[in-house]
């Protein structure tokens, strides 16, 4: 078994600041791609930000300049941090990770349950 716990999200002010942190554990592997998502209401889920174990990031273009991710190998964490927030980063925001399991030594995408961004104007 292999869970993503999800962690920072909350209430804020528009130019304020948050930070995601999302931690996967389990029966683990290995990791590649680990990034975040968010799905706002009545919207399709869209990719936020990736990262994968070697360094490689990837933003969308409503974030740039202005969310920073990043990972700790070691520790199977990847985190979020966000800033001159606007009213549309309003959504929940989910964390994926591509993870070899023990068990199987097969690649799976994992998803966290989810942390819910608002944004106040």
């Known amino acids: 078994q292999v869970q993503l716990v999800e962690s920072g999200g909350g209430l804020v002010q528009a130019g304020g600041s948050l930070r995601l942190s999302c931690a996967a554990s389990g029966s683990i592997f290995s990791i590649h791609a680990m990034g975040w998502y968010r799905q706002a209401p009545g919207k399709q889920r869209e990719l936020v930000a990736t990262a994968t174990t070697g360094g490689y990031t990837n933003y969308a273009e409503s974030v740039k300049g202005r969310f920073t991710i990043s990972r700790d190998n070691a520790k199977n964490t990847v985190s979020l941090q966000m800033n001159s927030l606007k009213p549309e980063d309003t959504a929940v925001y989910y964390c994926?990770?591509?993870?070899?399991?023990?068990?199987?030594?097969?690649?799976?995408?994992?998803w966290g349950q989810g942390t819910q961004v608002t944004v106040s104007s």
């Open positions: 994926n990770a591509a993870i070899v399991t023990m068990e199987t030594r097969h690649l799976y995408h994992y």
